[in-house]
Nanobody
Framework: QVQLVESGGGLVQAGGSLRLSCAAS????????LGWYRQAPGKQRDLVAA???????NYADSVKGRFTISRDNAKNTVYLQMNSLKPEDTAVYYC??????????????WGQGTQVTVSS
């Protein structure tokens, strides 16, 4: 079992910045990737950014060049630096941990979500 605790959401003006943090605890072995998803009202939950245990990153096209995902292995924490925020970035942002057990069993753990609101 993995627990994820998120922080850093809030209200900002367009063009501003926020930094989201997510600390993982519990049975954190074999976590293959950490990532951030977001869900706007009436929309599906979409991947924003992810980082694998090997350091490979992946970003949604809509945030490339503006968002940066990073991780601190010593703190078991993943970050999302969000710059040049746009109103369309407004959503609930969820931390995700993807665990691969025995090289075959996949499990996903989710944080409770943190609201990011960008005003125009």
């Amino acid at each position: 079992q993995v627990q994820l605790v998120e922080s850093g959401g809030g209200l900002v003006q367009a063009g501003g910045s926020l930094r989201l943090s997510c600390a993982a605890s519990g049975s954190i072995f074999s976590i293959n990737a950490l990532g951030w998803y977001r869900q706007a009202p009436g929309k599906q939950r979409d991947l924003v950014a992810a980082i694998t245990s090997g350091g490979t990153t992946n970003y949604a096209d809509s945030v490339k060049g503006r968002f940066t995902i990073s991780r601190d292995n010593a703190k078991n924490t993943v970050y999302l630096q969000m710059n040049s925020l746009k109103p369309e970035d407004t959503a609930v942002y969820y931390c995700n941990a993807h665990q691969v057990l025995f090289g075959v069993v996949d499990r996903d753990y989710w944080g409770q979500g943190t609201q990011v609101t960008v005003s125009s």
